[in-house]
């Protein structure tokens, strides 16, 4: 029940800090006999690693993962899977002032209200940095979900930078891997570069909104009241670091809708039901339809601007900060593999549930 | 584990269906000592209770909450209380066509794909009835916040009706409790009303976007990683039913700001930190500022209306259905008494988990 | 995470208090299409109640179950359902001197010193009148294992009064439901008659040892290192008012093995492995071997006794007590059905959590 | 809720197997501000380090532990601590032999018909390594109960080994630390050092009782029903490898008390109640009264013995076999530091929810 956890029946313990020795996932509930090395998941955290492009912070981290345990002749045994990324770049450098000064924005101000303690190198725990060990979980429930579920895929990409929208009308997916956006949106992704770019180098940052599609989910997961699947997927992408907002489908604009408009009308279809529109994100009461999971989530702009900002010191003394360092003008980019990853943790872990709970006393239809 | 609960030491469980004997909420973790009565918790179900004016379900509904445990001489005794509310308005009815036919938006379906049960009785289990049973159980907890932490007020009000959004300009909190909408713009009460007057009348619905404050709360409330505040109030917003989005502060608005924008600037009042803004919504990497806690939900219109939606029987059959009945226009509108009810159950929450963890090592500033 | 909870899967959360309105259990995770209705119910609440013969306490309470949620037309829906037993024999009586007094070898003292809360209307939440809910879960366990394990049998009984144990060699299981200790052994159960109405005439109480069995539990059902189904037995047993001991197969007596005498020997029979000996209690490293399960507790006697004991009051000063009323001379008795019950809800329970978690990925032999 | 992990608030996960690269615990829920050093945590593990004398297994494993994280300048963060432990001598051996033969005793048939993966390295997860991650653990719960509660003293100490008991009238706690099987009893420990050259010179092994008081643990900690201070002390204990059986206070023998006998009666000292005997076991109703906590487990005899003994393989055909090896004569010598680390971490943790779920509401006696 502490509270470092998330998942119900494959759990995911994150550990570590931005400037410690180590960082990593205990993750525990993985099923038996899921075929993993270290390969399949370091792709995933190559994705998310910093110092890729210019648009990401130039920390360079190699970010390799081990395996320490769960693990024996390439398969998954059912225990802990201990998923370790030692940090290498920790830069020394005179953090004198960033001790004692909380940047607005940031959780320097609150980790010290609650702890008492001010782990001032990098944000410790409340740093970024911490999703690296969420994309590794991430990486193993997509192994399982191979196994169990293949005909689900996950995909994230980036549909909003500052008040500059992606193009629905536009999307290809396969844009998505060829620009530093992840935006299937390539009009979009070249007008956010020169945006960016200009942002970068005045110092500036800028908020981001990314979506994560689970396609081929089957009907019937989820587990109401309080373990909905969007109740579950709420958590998770609300639990990334900047996120400050969550939607399923079409979101805040379904308060716009009439309940004409807003009705997924119900076809039947050669292998189900088939549904007229996609208005609820793949979910009804918690439980999903069999439609997309449609998942949206808004990342706040990074607060580490070197614009001079007022701010008080630990002493209770008013001041000003400008934060200097390496560091993301939209830290949403990286945050596209983060959601995916969330994204597959929560599909599995509903998938182990229903399986456990309900088995095979699901209803068909037809 | 299992998944009817919310809450980590405040805990609360809900039970019962639509169109049952009864329904209720069992609440484990209640501190000991509370001053509570059935009336103390009643005032807050009177103010969801259905068939209040003409924008509300006719079902008449009296939710008088029974307490069969935990209290003793008018004092919470630490043990669970268990909140029940009989059904009395269990009219009986012709359900034969909706037994058969799934309603589109509505959970009918995915129930059925999920349990193989079909409990067509109102919904069942899925049914916003369940919500009585939350009302009930904060009530309990704003009696154990007013022992624990006295300064904390929960106001919760509609801000959008359809595309209609009311203006924070005019904002005056003392409208809130004039107005069927709990709206605190006096002129958008008005419009509104003729507004969903109209819609009533044509047996459509709409849906709305609901703000829940906390006022009061101290810093360092919240749980990182993955039980932070604003990670447990999106998925106790999200469990509502209907709810397709929550935000945070400037929630899914944050994406277009700049980091120079975004950051709340802090200078030092005679009491601690004080802000130049609220972007944050007060909770900064997961753990409360001491500024006014700000969530709002999108909640998506009724799905029963009376126009004729496309849908398929359990035998996947295509046909038709208009859903009769007594319905909510704004299902919205009630939504608010619950926002409510969940803010106070995940206050109470971190401020007993805190109070465990860390006890009084929380930093002072200045 | 509030603790009148246990099990993961299939949780049971009783509530409730000795001579509040009513008591039960809200059942979470209760698998759906389940057979059930009240009289399957009260079948082992009737095993349990109180007042049957003159060895158990004369509180007169018919323990009649209501399924107040989660079935719908004789089947679980898989949403809660809420087991209510209202408290009919509150009868009404002077608690002024237990109100001050504390009795020793009760619960009186520390709940007073935890709660700062006295409930003295016989224990409040401690009595074992709370045990009727567990049986009522239980209940509802057997009848889901019904369907889904058909094969599993769970038997309790007796096997020591005081320091008169039962004789293995003369075991016949025909026997146990024919005598008011359910006792396996005949001559056993006439001794302790005879012993029993001696110590119920003189006011005073024995403890007793109750063996539970489980047969036809498949092999690979726990879950290490922390849920092992010898944990979650010993955790379920304990939590049993007045347990003060738990044994899985040979229990503490394994200490005086040799590792030679230990090892139950396998071999290969037609349906799999054959055990020749079952020391480990069909456990071993926490998982099912396919063997009996054998688990027993030690109760305690009953500290409601008629003889003078030193005791205190609540303002600190000392003084006697005789604790009048109606007890139970043996509370080992009806712990019997309460330790089956137990012991249904932890093998629904892993067996849900095993088809989770594992599916059918478990191995073969031969 | 995945089964690795332990504890409510102060919650341990443990993962990695007996011949993998490492093994550890991840420790979420420890408080801020506690001091804490490798060296503080190593004491406790070189208690329980294998290779101490010829009464323990001749594996030589430095088991030297690194804090990964949770810990900075000297203090942990409130964050979760990583705790591991590298396995160095994984001496490379033919397992051929056992990597097709299930041992009787061992977990091995039981762990292959529950996952369908035999990891035959020393056991893999449900080797007894496992529990050195368990003693890093409650080295960390001891360091920060020497903060919260200075007065709590931890003590574990073995009362049986095979059929021979130590006498308690001959206990001098000042022994422990001076023979090699932490016994009170000087008399007893020499006797069984003979008894047990014997067995081990002729590959036998034998079992044990280890009794583990907590001294000075104030009254009123415990969370009836189901997270009673005895049920989680009978959980952590039964969890413990090779365990098979738990008592607190007087044990199976109270069901031979008469309820006279089993009384602890109640006077007022100068500080508060003082009883006149503990057979309790410091816990009544679940909750501790302020006596010593004293709770016994009996520890089965090493299943791996060099007598031969029939078995089946992995493909169902009956075959003999001898374990060979590094093993331990009596398994429950090393089962001592393991049994202080749970309790340690039982008692820390029942501290941090009381102190979140009470706060100072307990009751005040005189």
């Not at 693990?71 to 953090?95: A, C, H, W």
């Not at 891997?177 to 007008?191: E, I, L, M, T, V």
């Not at 945006?195 to 981001?208: C, H, M, Q, T, W």
Request: aromatic share 6%.
């Amino acid at each position: 029940m502490s509270l470092n956890s998330f998942g119900h029946l494959f759990r995911v313990t994150t550990w570590g800090e931005s400037h410690g020795p180590a960082l990593g996932a205990t993750v525990d509930g993985c099923p038996p006999g899921v075929d993993i090395d270290e390969s399949a998941i370091q792709q995933w955290l190559d994705k998310r690693k910093p110092g890729q492009n210019k648009y990401t912070t130039q920390r360079r981290e190699p970010d390799a993962v081990r395996i320490l345990s769960g693990v024996f002749e390439g398969k998954t045994t059912g225990t802990p899977v201990q998923l370790m990324i030692e940090n290498t770049d920790q830069r020394s450098k005179d953090y004198g002032d960033i001790a004692e000064k909380f940047r607005p924005g940031h959780a320097d101000i609150t980790y010290w209200q609650k702890y008492g303690i001010r782990d001032y190198r990098g944000g410790g725990r409340s740093s970024a940095r911490e999703t690296a060990a969420r994309v590794a979980a991430g990486g193993l429930a997509r192994a399982a979900l191979g196994v169990l579920a293949p005909t689900i895929q996950i995909e994230g990409y980036m549909v909003q930078m500052g008040s500059h929208r992606a193009d629905p009308a536009k999307y290809d997916m396969a844009e998505i891997p060829r620009n530093p956006f992840w935006c299937p949106d390539a009009q979009a992704a070249s007008d956010w570069a020169d945006y960016l770019d200009r942002l970068r180098k005045s110092g500036e940052s800028v908020g981001a909104v990314i979506e994560v599609v689970a396609r081929g989910v089957p009907a019937g997961l989820g587990a109401p009241i309080y373990g909905k699947l969007d109740t579950d997927l709420a958590s998770a992408m609300m639990s990334i670091n900047a996120v400050k907002g969550v939607e399923i489908g079409d979101g805040m604009a379904a308060a716009a809708l009439t309940g004409t408009e807003n009705a997924d009308e119900i076809r039947m279809g050669p292998d189900g039901p088939v549904y007229g529109s996609n208005h609820a994100g793949g979910i009804l009461g918690g439980i999903s339809t069999g439609q997309d999971l449609v998942v949206r989530f808004a990342v706040k702009p990074t607060s580490s601007i070197l614009s001079t900002r007022q701010t008080i010191t630990k002493s209770g003394e008013e001041t000003e900060i400008i934060t200097k360092g390496r560091h993301d003008p939209c830290v949403g980019i990286r945050a596209v593999p983060v959601g995916e990853a969330m994204m597959a943790c929560v599909v599995l872990d509903h998938l182990l549930l229903h399986r456990g709970q309900i088995g095979d006393a699901g209803g068909q239809i037809g």
